[in-house]
């Protein structure tokens, strides 16, 4: 695939993290955040395109939806963790694994990424608004990383049995 195409593909996949955070949002008050489905498309996105587009779609797409949301104070921490999210998860997959299509592999480098985004919002929260909010929305963030990767298995099994991974590889 040229780099045209990679980016039109990033690009879609950035606008669609977006709609995948906004069209489903779980409000936790105790720390101003939500849970959301958007992770689904960044591992999704990660694992098609590799470690850079996937942090492009996480982070960016991510941001944006909080920025269209009344979520704007939260799109600085968004914009590094979910883009990191995006970058380890494709790391690991293509760099470690070497783009190994098993579902071991695949399950380990989205739970990585998940892992990292639970991590990373605890952290932020913790300095926010201390560690009591920040444990309230730890099991949430854990749980929205689990059903993610969940749905992302079958779309990335989908997209691999109809050869769009070799079409991007």
Sequence with gaps: MNKTHRLITAA???????????????????????????????????????ARYGAVAGGVGSALADLLSPYAAWAPFTLFIKGLEGFLA???????FSGEKSFKARILAMAAGGLWM???????????????????????????????????????????RVNVFRKYD
Aim: proline content about 4%; cysteine-free; charged content about 5%.
């Design 12 to 50: 879609l996949l950035t606008a669609l993290v977006t709609v995948a955070t906004m069209a489903f949002q779980v409000p936790v008050p105790a720390t101003r955040g939500y849970i959301n489905l958007g992770d689904t498309i960044i591992f999704v996105s990660a694992l098609l395109l590799g």
């Design 118 to 160: 639970a991590a990373g919002y605890f952290g932020a929260e913790v300095v926010l608004y201390g560690s009591v909010a920040a444990f309230v929305e730890l099991p949430g963030n854990l749980f929205q990383a689990a059903g993610s990767i969940i749905l992302a298995l079958p779309i990335v099994a989908v997209l691999d």
């Design 90 to 96: 494709g790391y690991i997959f293509h760099s470690i």
